[in-house]
């Protein structure tokens, strides 16, 4: 958990993170509840390193087809 958090800090994830603190701030300014805990979420997510699909969970893996090359067989034409 604790390498979690502290490794892979990107710009992005940094730009999460301000946007989630951003969103709880206007929460505790506005005394609004919901939009307290979507500022809760919307900041855990890049401290924790997860998304929609967890850690890097949205890409599919590449197929693996062994039979990819097949023999041509040509035929002279006179």
């Known amino acids: 958990m604790k390498q979690t958090i502290l490794s892979n800090w ?9 946007m989630g603190i951003a969103i709880l701030v206007q929460a505790v300014i506005a005394k609004d509840m919901l939009f307290a805990f979507a500022g809760i ?8 390193n997860i998304g929609c699909c967890g850690t ?7 197929k693996k087809n062994p039979d990819t090359t097949k023999d041509i067989i040509y035929e002279e034409v006179v």
């Open 10 to 18: 990107t710009l992005m994830r940094f730009l999460r993170l301000a």
């Open 41 to 48: 979420v919307f900041t855990a997510m890049p401290v924790f």
């Open 56 to 62: 890097a969970g949205c890409t599919a893996p590449p």
